[in-house]
């Protein structure tokens, strides 16, 4: 079965600081790769994807993600981040357009 | 915004009794699936759909049924609630091939 392994379980910074969630998965062969927020109290939202292409990709809210292949990465960042980016972050990879397979998830709190 | 709906938000119920979590989508996306989410946990896949009248289990056992009778209607049912099957229940759709899911809110379940 696929893994997915999300590094950091809680994240603090204060605003305007940089962030950075790692994301690594076990399966080797084709992927598509996803991250995802749930803001507090709201259902899951697509943050940005990755299907091929040019592996730095850009999402809502001034979020990218690096697809680095040879290091089954795709990790998040945000150049500064604000209060209102405090939610929870999901890696998601989803093998030949089926399951999805989730990471535990991140819990991000931004401290004005 | 994606149509994705889950009834009810919130249900507190006594064990043993039969309950049916609702999900519906306006999307006419082929492929639904439900995942149970706990606190700190990754979501896990315990049931999905690639189409009318095909249903499968997931990763995670589980001791609910789904049935997909109609494209836009995907019910879980737990035929006899325990205080175990006390989390967050949420049910995504996606289109076939490589594209992203879309949530729901979610059921959060106590069973008392």
């Known amino acids: 079965a696929q893994s997915v392994s999300q590094h950091n379980h809680h994240v603090i910074l204060s605003e305007a600081a940089s962030l950075e969630l790692g994301c690594n998965y076990s399966?080797?062969?084709?992927?598509?790769l996803f991250w995802y927020v749930q803001y507090p109290g709201q259902h899951l939202q697509l943050l940005l994807k990755y299907f091929s292409g040019d592996p730095l990709v850009k999402g809502i809210k001034g979020f990218e993600a690096e697809f680095i292949k040879s290091k089954f990465s795709f990790n998040l960042r945000k150049p500064s981040v604000q209060w209102s980016d405090t939610a929870e972050y999901f890696c998601a990879v989803n093998v030949g357009g089926n399951q999805f397979y989730f990471g535990t998830g991140t819990s991000l709190t931004v401290i004005p | 915004e994606a149509d994705i709906y889950q009834t009810p938000r919130y249900l507190v119920i006594g064990t043993g009794k039969k309950i049916t979590l609702e999900c519906s989508q306006t999307?006419?996306?082929?492929?639904m699936y439900w995942y149970q989410q706990d606190p700190g946990m990754e979501l896990h896949l315990i049931h999905y759909s690639y189409g009318v009248n095909s249903t499968e289990k997931g990763d995670l056992s589980s001791e609910s049924t789904v049935s997909r009778i109609r494209t836009e209607h995907f019910p879980l049912t737990l035929e006899s609630a325990r205080p175990s099957h006390t989390s967050q229940y949420l049910c995504?759709?996606?289109?076939?091939?490589?594209?992203?899911?879309?949530f729901g809110q979610g059921t959060r379940l106590t069973v008392v």
């Open positions: 399966y080797g062969g084709t992927v598509n």
């Open positions: 999307m006419g996306h082929d492929k």
């Open positions: 995504a759709s996606s289109e076939g091939g490589p594209t992203e899911a879309f």
